[in-house]
Every structure is written in C-alpha cells, then in structure tokens.
C-alpha cells in the first residue's frame, strides 16, 4: 500500500500564510508525479499545483505568485507554501501521488493515490 500523510491546514486569516506537508511512504516502486489538489464546498476538485518527476512544476492560474511547490526527494514529502491567502482558497486540500506501487515482486500498473485531505479556512 501507499500512504500518504497530510499536515499543515487550519484557520487563516485573509493575507495570511500556511505550508502544508504531504510525506509518502509505503511499497513505493516510483512516482511519476505528486501535487496538490483542492475542493470548496460545493465544487468539484481542482488541480492547484503538480510537479513532475523530472521537476516540471505547474500551477492554477489562481495561485501563481503566491503559492510554491517544492518536493524533497529523499523523504518523498511535497510541500505546498501558501502566501497571500484570499477567502476563495478555502477548501479541503488533497495530496495526490500517481505511480506506482510493488506488487508482489514485480512493479504494479501507475495508479493514484490520495491524502485524508487538510482543511484550509481563509477567513475575511
């Protein structure tokens, strides 16, 4: 199995910062891909930043230039550093992995894997 352990959320006021954590552990054979996704109340899921294995990293237009995505490879733990908080980034926060997993002896088929999810409140 993969888990993945999601830290870092809570009650923020507008202007104001949180970094959340995302560490993967399990039988991990290889990651193609980790990033950070978001649900408000009502909507769907959205993607808010994705760095690639080879380091590529994308954003949602909404959080470019206050939010960073870093990555630290050894310990396999992304983290999202959240600057400038508007009361629109509130949401429940979703760590998401796609790779893939040993199974057996052999490497399993790419999947993706989800977090708990981290509640994040941007007040006004």
Known sequence: QVQLVESG????QAGGSLRLSCAASG?????SAMGWYRQAPGKQRELVAVMTSGGSTNYADS????????RDNAKNTVYL???SLKP???GVYYCNVRGRRWDGARPGKEDDYWGQGTQVTVSS
């Open 9 to 12: 959320g809570g009650l923020v």
């Open 27 to 31: 039988n991990i054979f290889s990651i």
């Open 63 to 70: 959080v470019k230039g206050r939010f960073t995505f870093s």
């Open 88 to 90: 629109e980034d509130t």
């Open 81 to 83: 550093q959240m600057n």
